[in-house]
């Protein structure tokens, strides 16, 4: 099953940049707009603007609120998500292609990271 963002979602993640070692995604929603479950690679989220999602995976969901400006960790994670705030969810993620911290299989946190 692919579960590449920009194939899963195409309305919602475009590649920005793309080269050997990182690829660069776009990421715009509304509020209410949700996505198909999808896989990222460890990447670094840098949010554009203030929003708040609930992700969920295996079972498990989670509510995050991120303020623009604001650059995070996300460990490699697969997840589906909807906008729950009033604004529009707009974030840079560079993803890395060098192989991953952590296993998709085990259970790692969901969502970005402080670090």
Request: hydrophobic letters at 30%; aromatic letters at 4%; charged letters at 30%.
């Amino acid at each position: 099953m692919e579960l590449d963002p920009v194939r899963t979602n195409p309305g919602l993640y475009r590649v920005v940049m793309e080269n050997e070692r990182v690829r660069v995604l776009e990421y715009r929603d509304q509020p209410g707009d949700r996505t198909t479950p999808h896989r990222h690679p460890d990447s670094v989220m840098h949010t554009l603007s203030s929003f708040r999602r609930r992700l969920a995976s295996g079972g498990r969901e989670v509510d995050v609120e991120i303020q623009a400006g604001t650059t995070r960790w996300l460990a490699a994670q697969e997840h589906s998500g909807e906008n729950i705030g009033e604004t529009e969810s707009h974030a840079i993620f560079v993803e890395l292609k060098e192989g991953s911290g952590s296993e998709l299989g085990e259970r790692s946190a969901l969502g970005p990271q402080d670090g």
